[in-house]
C-alpha cells in the first residue's frame, strides 16, 4: 500500500512538471502573432500547426491534467487513510515507532557523541 502511495505521488510530481512545461509554453505564445508558424508534438509526431489553434489545445491539456492532479491527490489521502486503518487494525509497528521518547532521546544523542550524528555527513564514504 504504501508503494501504490508512492508511486501515485511519483506521478503527480510529474504531472506538476508537465503543467509548468505547458504554463511556460503558453505564456511565450500568449506575446506571438496567432498566424505565425509553430510546432507541436502529439504521440510522438511533430506536426505543424498555427499559433492560434495550438494555444487553446495547451490551454485546454493544462486544465484537464490539474484535475488529473486533484484526482490523484484524493486517491492518495484515501490511500493513507486506508494504510492508517490497516496499521491500527492489526495493530502494525513501524521499527522505532512507539518506543518510549527517552530511550528514542538517549539513542540519538549518543549517536551524535560519536560522530554518527546525521548532519555529520550521513551517505558519505571516506577512505
Known amino acids: 500500500m504504501r508503494q501504490e502511495q508512492r508511486s501515485m505521488a511519483s506521478k503527480a510530481a510529474e504531472l506538476e512538471m508537465e503543467i509548468n512545461e505547458h504554463s511556460l509554453v503558453i505564456d511565450t505564445l500568449k506575446d506571438v502573432d496567432p498566424s505565425r508558424k509553430c510546432f507541436r508534438l502529439v504521440g510522438g509526431v511533430l506536426v505543424e500547426r498555427t499559433v492560434k489553434e495550438v494555444l487553446p489545445a495547451l490551454e485546454t491539456n493544462k486544465e ?9 491527490n484524493a486517491q492518495m489521502q484515501a490511500k493513507g487513510r486506508e494504510l492508517t486503518e490497516y496499521r491500527e487494525r492489526y495493530n502494525i509497528r513501524l521499527v522505532g515507532e512507539g518506543e518510549g521518547e527517552a530511550q528514542g532521546q538517549s539513542a540519538a544523542s549518543s549517536r551524535d557523541s560519536e560522530g554518527g550524528g546525521s548532519k555529520s555527513g550521513a551517505g558519505v564514504l571516506v577512505s
Open 64 to 72: 484537464q491534467i490539474s484535475k488529473i492532479i486533484e484526482s490523484i
